[in-house]
């Protein structure tokens, strides 16, 4: 139980397109999902946070209006990198939040691998 | 504001042997979660174990335990008879129980376990 999945695992795009990045819960519900950016070697920032229904909560020093996260449904979010450049390469995890016995824990997607040419 | 430290950048164990990560965390609240995941080199994050801070016995799962100390604020992952497939990326992590609905992981910088067989 508790799987989530992430599509694309891997994409490579030119520089000043937008690419979609979704993340499904496949056997729960989510009403938050998190979105997070790893560099190699290094922990997981937290880019934003995102409540089925409203508006994400973006971290401090991400741009909302870059990164678009859309969280339509309680078992689908998407984040769109808009304008694509190569300082956008990295690798995107999403992870939802679901119930685990009495502690509500973080599952994690595959993760994308988002290249920038 | 919460911090995790991870001192280990890097541990190595020989194959069915026992190691330990540590994990020490700062935190005026009385309540909490505290998290280890694992990152392999797939780079899907994978729960491994989880511990109410109001719960005095140490959490097991299998060939993981962890000895939580309150007072020293320290987690610490043990990890018995290490196995080939035990070689990752370890991840510590809090979270507050009453952070309202966002409730978002605050992480360590993370261990990178390897295993000699």
């Known amino acids: 139980g508790a799987v989530v999945s992430q599509h694309p695992s891997w994409v490579i795009c030119k520089s000043g397109t937008s690419v979609k990045i979704e993340c499904r819960s496949l056997?729960?519900?989510?009403?938050?999902m998190f979105w997070y950016r790893q560099f190699p070697k290094q922990s997981l920032m937290l880019m934003a946070t995102?409540?089925?229904?409203?508006?994400?909560?973006?971290e401090q020093g991400v741009e909302k209006d870059k990164f678009l996260i859309n969280h339509a449904s309680l078992t689908l979010s998407t984040l769109t990198v808009t304008s694509a450049h190569p300082e956008d390469s990295s690798f995107y995890i999403c992870?939802?939040?679901?119930?685990?016995?009495?502690?509500?824990?973080?599952?994690f997607g595959p993760g994308t691998r988002l290249t920038v040419l | 504001a919460q911090t995790v430290t991870q001192s280990q950048p890097e541990m190595s164990v020989q194959e069915a042997e026992t190691v330990t990560l540590s994990c020490t965390y700062d935190?005026?609240?009385?309540?909490?979660?505290l998290f280890w995941y694992k990152q392999p080199p797939s780079r899907q994050m994978i729960l491994v174990i989880r511990?109410?801070?109001?719960k005095q016995q140490n959490a097991t799962e299998n060939r993981f335990s962890v000895n939580f100390q309150k007072a020293a604020k320290s987690f610490s992952l043990k990890i018995s008879d290490s196995q080939l497939g035990d070689a990752a990326m370890y991840f510590c992590?809090?979270?507050?129980?009453?952070?309202?609905?966002?409730?978002?992981?605050?992480w360590g910088l993370g261990t990178s376990l390897a295993v000699n067989p």
């Open positions: 995102s409540n089925e229904g409203s508006k994400a909560t973006y």
């Open positions: 992870s939802a939040r679901g119930l685990a016995g009495k502690i509500d824990t973080q599952y």
């Open positions: 511990q109410e801070a109001y």
């Open positions: 992590a809090y979270r507050d129980i009453n952070a309202g609905n966002n409730r978002k992981l605050i």
């Open positions: 935190t005026s609240e009385s309540d909490y979660y």
């Open positions: 056997d729960f519900q989510a009403t938050t």
